[in-house]
């Protein structure tokens, strides 16, 4: 199963950029990435999820390395409320499982 | 779209009782709904997988007998904590997926606000 790897926290300042990196050498070719985070005391919420191209939502835009080796979650403008963990996953195939690993806590200061 | 409830958001309980936990999809048919736990300070883990339908699929090491899973219809999940002891008190979060969703949007799993439970 692949496995990703992401740095245990960072911080950023309010209403600047974001990059939330994440690895995921293993990486098979079918393997979706999928961001989630998860705000205090609740569920997680889905953010994002891409196969080869770059991708934007509402939320966040996804970059995904031509290797695929890696992916970059975006936040244009953080603000107060994108303080949280957010976890990239990479589906499990077959299993439909979510295996969440520790994930990256963000701190964003005012 | 894809809002997913649980209720009770919160319950305190006396060691040796038993809690019910509900999992609800508002607006979508899940066909699959899964059961995390999480404890302070740590991630998410899964406890198991259930389809409508069907016996739930339990992770190594999560207690079947303990913790009982009922997927009666496309928009209801139950976790039961049979005999709950003070080592059960955790946050539980259900989630669920949609039913008919191709690609990695099928993979996708909507999650509910998670219900905390203290076991006195």
């Known amino acids: 199963d692949a496995k990703t790897t992401q740095p245990n926290s960072m911080e950023s300042n309010e209403e600047e950029p974001v990059h939330l990196p994440c690895n995921h050498s293993?990486?098979?070719?079918?393997?979706?990435i999928h961001w989630y985070r998860q705000l205090p005391s609740q569920g997680p919420e889905y953010v994002i999820h891409?196969?080869?191209s770059n991708v934007n939502n509402r939320m966040a835009s996804l970059a995904i390395a031509e290797d695929r080796k890696s992916s970059t979650l975006i936040l244009h403008r953080a603000t107060l409320r994108d303080a949280a963990v957010y976890y990239c996953i990479l589906p499990i195939q077959g299993a439909q499982k979510l295996v969440f690993g520790q994930g990256t806590r963000l701190t964003i200061n005012p | 779209g894809a809002v997913v409830s649980q209720h009770p958001s919160w319950v305190i309980c006396k060691s040796g009782t038993s809690v019910k936990i509900e999992c609800r999809s508002l607006d979508f048919q899940a066909t699959t709904m899964f059961w995390y736990r999480q404890f302070p300070k740590q991630s998410l883990m899964l406890m198991a997988t259930?389809?409508?339908?069907?016996?739930?699929?339990?992770e190594q090491g999560v207690e079947k007998d303990k913790f009982l899973i009922n997927h009666a219809s496309l928009t209801l999940s139950t976790l039961t904590v049979t005999s709950a002891h003070p080592e059960d008190s955790s946050f539980y979060i259900c989630s669920a997926r949609g039913a008919g969703l191709a690609g990695g949007l099928g993979e996708t799993q909507y999650f509910g606000p998670g219900t905390r439970l203290l076991v006195l």
């Open positions: 293993t990486i098979s070719g079918t393997d979706y």
């Open positions: 891409g196969l080869t």
């Open positions: 259930s389809n409508e339908g069907s016996k739930a699929t339990y």
